[in-house]
């Protein structure tokens, strides 16, 4: 049943019929900048399992009645396993219920939303995906920093700098490669240092501009600029908390002075971030 004729609550399945589940992006933090397929969704839920990257505020759209599950997920510390969210989608779809899994951003940007797919195909449970906005757009948007822009950027890549503990580290030299490229790295507050200097070791110019945005679209949104030879500097002494992105590349010159300060030299006290 698409989501479209979901806009009244369904009621409860006969037993033994498997219920559906949505994969909702929440966006990036603003609540108004959810789609209003994951709004419909969210209205039309039984059950409706959260991360903390999903504002809180959209819970709103929910019937009183809805069963709300808080799994607390937040880069990397996850109050529910991975496999025990699956168990608690599996569970409720089993018992006939629309269950809305709403996910920060977008389900399939680093958000194991592919896995939790892949689980629910598995058992035989309908699935279907509601995109949102990523953290990129998300955060390009609230700086005004395009990501692409015909003669400074003909691409952008979406990169986790945060790796499993087991995976194997980034190819720095392809990612160094591109000067035409804005690269984003999610998860990388707490590696901005090593991202840095993987990116010079790798031949890109430390005079390469970056931002750091934290908290991008909501009200607490702080967002810093400095050169790629300051990052790590600028990351441990700015006052930015998680979560948090690092954009590389020429297009970040284009930010917006009013939404993103400077931080000139590693010398220099790094500026107050503007809101
Ligand atoms: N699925 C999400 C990403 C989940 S991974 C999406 O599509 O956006 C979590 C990482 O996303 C964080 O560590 C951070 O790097 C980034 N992120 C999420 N929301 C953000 C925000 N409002 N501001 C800055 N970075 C954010």
Redesign the pocket.
């Known amino acids: 049943m698409p989501p479209d004729a979901m806009m009244n609550a369904a009621p409860p399945m006969p037993s033994g019929h498997a219920g559906h589940v949505w994969l909702v992006?929440a966006g990036?933090?603003d609540p108004d900048l959810i789609t209003v397929k994951g709004v419909r969704a969210l209205q039309a839920a039984d059950v409706v399992i959260y991360d903390r990257?999903a504002s809180a505020a959209l819970l709103a759209h929910c019937r009183p009645d809805v069963v709300r599950i808080s799994v607390g997920k937040r880069?990397g510390l996850h109050s529910v396993p991975q496999d025990g969210i699956h168990a608690l989608l599996i569970a409720h779809a089993r018992a006939g219920r629309n269950v809305v899994r709403l996910?920060?951003?977008?389900?399939f940007?680093?958000?194991r939303g592919g896995e939790e797919m892949i689980a629910l195909r598995r058992q035989g449970i309908p699935v279907s995906i509601i995109p949102?906005v990523?953290?990129a757009s998300?955060?390009a948007a609230a700086t005004g920093i395009p990501l692409t822009h015909r003669d400074l950027a003909g691409g952008v890549s979406l990169i986790a700098a945060h790796r499993q503990e087991d995976a194997r580290d980034l190819d720095w030299t392809a990612l160094a490669a591109d000067r035409q490229r804005t690269l984003v790295f999610?998860?990388?507050l707490s590696r901005a240092e090593h991202v840095g200097m993987e990116l010079m070791l790798h031949g890109l110019s430390g005079t390469t501009p970056v931002a750091l945005?934290?908290?991008?679209?909501?009200s607490k949104q702080r967002a810093v600029r400095c050169l790629l030879a300051d990052l790590g500097a600028v990351a441990r002494r700015c006052d930015l908390v998680?979560?948090?992105?690092i954009v590389v590349g020429q297009v970040v010159a284009l930010a917006d002075p009013a939404l993103v300060a400077w931080a000139r030299s590693r010398q220099e006290p790094v500026p107050a971030c503007p809101v």
């Open positions: 992006g990036p933090g990257l880069a996910k920060g951003g977008d389900p940007i680093f958000g949102g990523t953290a998300g955060c999610y998860m990388g945005v934290a908290c991008g679209t909501t998680s979560p948090c992105l």
